[in-house]
């Protein structure tokens, strides 16, 4: 069993800046695809970051590359957003998961166990 908890949301004005944390419980947080999903009320949830396990490999959805980054520390059991420049439809509660397997990193369905989330809002 794997929990997370996000944490580093708030209220930010567009074009400020945000990072989020997201601390894993356990001993085999090195070894799994982590990955960031965000929902705005109304909305599907939707793949925003992942990284892999060596955090040598990242991966985006379109509408946020460029401004975010996500990153790792497996020393520390932590996974990272920075997300810059940021807009009011980045509003939403951001979650981060944990894959256990070896499927898509863009798929909600891959993964195995998701924190309660933090929420972002942007004001414009």
């Known amino acids: 069993q794997v929990q997370v908890v996000e944490s580093g949301g708030g209220l930010v004005q567009a074009g400020g800046s945000l990072r989020l944390s997201c601390v894993a419980s356990?001993?085999?947080?090195?070894?799994?695809?982590m990955g960031w999903f965000r929902q705005a009320p109304g909305k599907e949830r939707e793949f925003v970051a992942a990284?892999?396990?060596?955090?040598?490999?990242?991966y985006y959805a379109d509408s946020v590359k460029g401004r975010f980054t996500i990153s790792r520390d497996n020393a520390v059991n932590t996974l990272y957003l920075q997300m810059n420049s940021l807009k009011p439809e980045d509003t939403a509660v951001y979650c981060c998961?944990?894959?256990?397997?070896?499927?898509?990193?863009?798929?909600?369905?891959?993964?195995?166990?998701w924190g309660q989330g933090t929420q972002v809002t942007v004001s414009s």
């Open positions: 356990g001993r085999t947080f090195s070894t799994y695809t």
């Open positions: 998961a944990a894959q256990t397997g070896s499927g898509s990193y863009y798929s909600k369905w891959e993964y195995d166990y």
């Open positions: 990284v892999t396990w060596n955090g040598r490999r990242t």
